[in-house]
């Protein structure tokens, strides 16, 4: 059994173990496939990546010039840095930039376009398709992913840059050693301004959350730890105050679905005020946090526990000097985001609040899902799930596959 294909078997209990957070060696004992150690190396991985990406020879992307378009084809965390491309440019990146998650590519694609596949295994169907289609149509392509691999060749026979990303955990734990070269490729294109410093600050920020959520620091100074037991037993709304802000909290609902087995409404939070925050007046919110009785035994409560909402808001204000005419102003987005936090606290709907700090998009971006990443793993382990291995992910590429 392979635990990086999600086949080490089911397991797993209903009620949360709050006594094994607090156990390092029980927490280690655990995670036999070392999921908390991965996350842990999050900044290791920007600096590896962006030294990987370094020694690929990009200049002949630029060479045709500006393209008419920017797809990033993959699935799962391979398209979420489609995703996170989008976002770092910003909305005066020049030209539109499309995670695309499905096989092949848009039929639109073309000799002015420009592809990047990314596939953490090298061997996804829908990475390997869209390379394929892109080679053909003669559009530029990039391929990202593990070497020596399907993927490597295919971009060795379209002649086009591939940078390596050596696979030591699954794709979910691989997000920034497969979004850094993303960002690279885009940059010699000149769609993004991301510099080498950016790329210091983030691998620090990502070490310093890493840091402050290890297995040895009690819950109660551990924030990924502290988060997790604010889930416990929970449904999750995870709402994004910006569209940088979006992105981690879908990514958290990536995390939470595969880490922990939690269902998670997750989303932004501008959509959510068109209608998912009626959520808080429903069965899960305001009706069952008027049900509680606040002077039941805190024990009965725990042992037969009921489900109930829990609002995660990230926040995140902007960077300084940004020009509000580019997008929905930051004043805005932080209106509505004091006004949802208000509407929960009202109906005694519990509220987790992370905010970004950093002094660049990629930094800000890095600050909202690296605690988040723990508290999955976390929240899965003190439910006995080993966070590496997803069993279901595996039957349905069985079930699936001719």
Request: charged content about 25%.
């Amino acid at each position: 059994m392979n635990p990086l294909e999600g086949t080490a078997g089911v397991r797993g209990h209903r009620e949360i173990d709050l006594a094994l957070l607090d156990n390092a060696e029980a927490l280690e004992k655990n995670d036999p496939g070392g999921m908390l150690r991965a996350t842990a190396s999050a900044g290791a991985q920007v600096r590896e990546s962006a030294a990987l990406a370094a020694e690929t020879d990009l200049s002949a992307l630029a060479d045709e010039g500006r393209p008419r378009a920017v797809v990033v084809a993959g699935v799962g965390t391979a398209a979420r840095t489609g995703d996170i491309l989008e976002t770092v440019a910003g909305p005066r990146c020049p030209v539109p930039v499309l995670a695309h998650r499905s096989a092949g590519i848009p039929g639109w694609v073309g000799a002015a376009d420009v592809v990047i596949a990314v596939s953490a295994s090298g061997r996804s169907p829908e990475a390997l398709a869209a390379a394929e289609a892109a080679g053909r149509r003669g559009a530029r392509l990039v391929a990202i992913g593990a070497p020596d691999t399907q993927l490597h060749a295919l971009a060795d026979r379209f002649r086009a840059p591939f940078i390596p990303v050596p696979r030591r955990a699954p794709a979910r734990a691989s997000l920034w050693g497969l979004t850094v070269p993303v960002l690279l490729a885009a940059r010699q294109l000149g769609l993004v301004k991301v510099t080498e410093a950016d790329f210091a600050e983030t691998a620090a920020r990502l070490d310093a959350d890493a840091e402050r959520c290890r297995t040895a620091m009690e819950t109660f100074v551990n924030p990924g730890k502290s988060l997790a037991l604010d889930l416990a037993h929970s449904v999750p709304i995870v709402w994004g105050s910006s569209p940088l802000a979006t992105v981690a909290a879908r990514r958290f609902g990536d995390t939470l679905s595969a880490n922990a087995r939690y269902p998670a409404v997750v989303g932004a939070l501008g959509e959510a005020g068109r209608g998912r925050v009626g959520l808080l007046d429903g069965v899960y919110g305001g009706l069952a946090e008027a049900d509680r009785d606040i002077f039941a035994d805190p024990d009965e409560d725990a042992d037969n526990p009921a489900t109930r909402l829990r609002l995660v808001l990230l926040r995140d204000g902007g960077l300084a000097g940004e020009d509000e005419d580019d997008g929905e102003p930051v004043a805005v987005e932080e209106r509505r985001a004091e006004a949802v936090q208000e509407l929960a606290e009202r109906r005694g709907v519990r509220v987790s609040l992370i905010t970004a700090e950093g002094g660049s998009a990629l930094e800000r971006l890095a600050s909202l899902v690296a605690v988040p990443d723990f508290t999955s793993i976390y929240l899965g382990l003190a439910h006995g799930f080993d966070p590496m291995a997803v069993p279901a992910v595996s039957e349905m590429k069985d079930l699936v596959s001719p």
